[in-house]
């Protein structure tokens, strides 16, 4: 049956790439987009796919009340948010605007206007650290435990979520995904920048020892896994999503400049991120046994594909490359 969605934050990476796997699976479904196209916010990401667009803050609480009042959704998704660690370290205050307050102007939207379904997309980092050399994985009872103020503010945001729930039984669902790579992904975040950097056969600044752990998941897969959250996830529950494929970043490093054709000399060690949790893994079961989800891009042979893809759309990386100037500057300074 024909769904009204309100996707938050449409524009970003991890969001318009749900919006093209959505169409192809659901064409009849109506797309409303609401984003205030931040600088990792692009319209570009969205190019050839039908939707609707509303350009509005979620922090602005009568943007929000109006776009329900006018679309009335039955579905809500909300990926908007700020999300590199970094720019969290560097000024958390915008941090706690969008991702605390945002989502609780949504969540009480969503009450107002009974939608049938509001999915938060929440993150790993909630969890916090699991540590050096440990065979341990976050499960969906894992206690919170955040370190950074990004990872602060997702965790706060997914409490007020649950608050909802219980207090008011909106019926919630959260998603908790690990590092996700593929095409639009802002050239901030690790695999994109180291990209893009050795192209230009600028150095790879490894933060530390270049050995924390991350466990990347295609956002193809990320894609698939909320969608089926979202028409079929039991209402009131978190899901863990990962891809049970754990690498250091010496090793993305090192795939990566293998794959196009630049010396390993390239790679940096600098000084470490503040808080830098070492290891993140998901345990994913519940949503493979409940909603029969697992992984369907291997990493092998996705980073490729990746790859090609941000060779192909230099001007798009360039393009955003220009709006972080600032911050490439600011996060890299004497270190
Ligand atoms: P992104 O930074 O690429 O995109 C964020 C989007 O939100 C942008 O379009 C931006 O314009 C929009 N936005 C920001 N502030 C807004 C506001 N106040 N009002 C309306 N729109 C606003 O982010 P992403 O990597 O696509 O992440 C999407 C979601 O997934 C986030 O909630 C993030 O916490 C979560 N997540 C990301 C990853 C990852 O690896 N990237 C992994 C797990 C979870
Ligand atoms: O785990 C999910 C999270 O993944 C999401 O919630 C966040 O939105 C997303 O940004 C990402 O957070 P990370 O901090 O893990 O991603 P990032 O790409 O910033 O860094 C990945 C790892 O690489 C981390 O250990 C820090 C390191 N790193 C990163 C950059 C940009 C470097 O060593 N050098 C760098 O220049």
Known sequence: ????????????????????????????????????????????????VEYKFINGDIADEKAVEQAFETHKPEYVVNFAAETHV?????????????NVEGTQNLLESAKKH????????????????????????????TPLDPNCPY?????????FVRSYYETYKLPILITRCTNNYGPYQFPEKLIPFFIFRALNNETLPLYGDGKNIRDWLFVRDHARAILSVLERGAIGEVYNIGGHNEKTNIEIAEILLEKLGKSKDLITFIKDRKAHDRRYAMDALKIKKELGWTPEFPFEVWIDETIEWYLSNKK??????????????QNLQNR
């Open 151 to 159: 990872a602060a503010s997702k965790a706060a945001a997914d409490i």
């Open 1 to 48: 049956m024909s769904k009204k969605v309100l996707i938050a934050g449409g524009a970003g990476f991890i969001g318009s790439n749900f919006i093209r796997h959505t169409k192809e699976v659901h064409p009849d479904w109506e797309l409303i987009v609401f984003d205030v196209l931040t600088y990792a916010g692009n319209l570009e990401n969205l190019e050839g």
């Open 316 to 329: 798009w990386v360039e393009n955003c490359a220009k709006k972080a100037e600032d911050f490439y500057q």
């Open 86 to 98: 970094d720019r969290s370290i560097l000024g958390p205050k915008v941090f706690l605007r969008t």
């Open 114 to 141: 009974k939608v049938e379904r509001y999915l938060q997309i929440s993150t790993d980092e909630v969890y916090g650290d699991l540590g050096d050399n440990s065979n341990d994985f976050f499960r969906e009872d």
